[in-house]
């Protein structure tokens, strides 16, 4: 089945409202208006770039959408810090990042998090794009399919299919993000594969074959295409190749053939 690919960009704490606008701006004036009809584009700032991202991409009529890079589930009350799914949606988001590695390593998200994220923003109407991978000493001790699925379950638990469908799973090996150290289109094929099994045991094959897989780490302007063009691997989130309009543009070109 072919499924429309996602390139999606994670600053992560990167730009000020000021640099977000500039590098939007930039990425905009180099996005061909009609790429749109083969390849889906997200930006996902810092929360507080959102609005100004959104601006620059709507006045240009531009289909390039913004996401989140993490959501508290609840609607509101004292949870000083957090974001909300309506305070998302208010701004326009159609996607918001959970479980990203930097925030289960650094901060503490479990997987239970990550399905309550998941859940809400559902509820909430944004496609959720759950990132999974496993750390390099799962990798050697040659758990990675078990460990990465594990996440798949937790995460999807008590979705159904309906939801699920409107998911984006993110393949992510730890030791590959910010590090340069790209999986080889065969890991990444492989582990992409194995989770697109587990969405089938959970779901049916209509529902797995539909849903997009992505691969991050280190994906940049050199090795999107060889990514890309496996069959499992359904678009790409990006790190730091995202925070450059030219290189950035060069992996929406690749993910354009
Ligand atoms: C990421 O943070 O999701 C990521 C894939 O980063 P990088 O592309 O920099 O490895």
Known sequence: MARKPLIAGNWKMNNTIGEAVVLTQEISNRFEPDWSDTVDVALCPPFVDLKPAKTV?????????????DVYW???????GEISVGMLAEIGCAYCIV????????FGETNEDVNKKAKALLAGHLAPIICVGESLAVRDEGTTDEFVCAQVRAAFAGIDENEAAKCVVAYEPIWAIGTGRTATPEQAQAVCAA?????????????????????????NEGNAAILLAEPDIDGGLIGGASLKATSFIAIIEAALK
Request: proline fraction near 0%; hydrophobic fraction near 30%.
């Open 57 to 69: 991409l709507e006045f240009d009529k531009q289909h390039i959408a913004v996401g989140a890079q």
């Open 74 to 80: 609840e609607e509101k009350g004292a949870y000083t």
């Open 99 to 106: 479980g990203h590695s930097e925030r289960r390593g650094l």
């Open 195 to 219: 989770i697109r099994e587990t969405l089938k045991e959970l779901y049916s094959q209509d529902t797995a074959e539909a849903m997009r897989i992505l691969y991050g780490g280190s994906m």
